[in-house]
């Protein structure tokens, strides 16, 4: 089941671009933690992808040497939000560890999804929700 890319894991917020600040208030477990074909009929959502200098705050700075991806990767884990920088290139973050990957590690996440164990965490955590 995927997770509403606006929805922020460290406080529970949602960070959609359409609200003037990010804010709880509008959060809804059931429907931003409900899976795509349920998060993306939500008022606030957005297809936004592009990064403006907002909307990734909760995966710190991304470097391009370190975190720069040529192409959008393909990882099916529910917990990777992909962004596209204005410069054209990409970067992928994990909800579960709070900070973007490195070039590496999205190969292993592209790979190796199933067996990733902060994946089974997060799981659980959504499960328990
Ligand atoms: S589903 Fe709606 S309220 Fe929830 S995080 Fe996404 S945009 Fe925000
Ligand atoms: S590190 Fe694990 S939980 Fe995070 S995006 Fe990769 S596969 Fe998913």
Not at 51 to 67: A, N, Q, S, T, W
Not at 87 to 116: M, N, P, T
Request: charged share 30%.
């Amino acid at each position: 089941m995927s997770i509403c890319p606006w929805y922020r894991y460290r406080d529970g917020f949602c960070t959609s671009p359409s609200l003037e600040t990010p804010t709880p208030d509008v959060v809804n477990k059931v429907v931003c933690l409900g899976g795509r074909e349920v998060y993306t009929r939500c008022r606030y959502y957005r297809e936004v992808r592009v990064i403006r200098g907002e909307g990734y705050e909760e995966f710190g700075k991304p470097f391009l040497m370190v975190h720069g991806l040529d192409k959008p990767p393909e990882i099916p884990c529910e917990f990777a939000k992909i962004f596209k920088l204005e410069q054209g290139r990409y970067v992928a973050g994990c909800a579960i560890l709070k900070r973007f990957l490195g070039v590496h590690e999205v190969e292993l996440c592209e790979s190796y999804w199933e067996r990733c164990p902060y994946r089974k965490l997060g799981l659980k955590l959504v499960a328990e929700i």
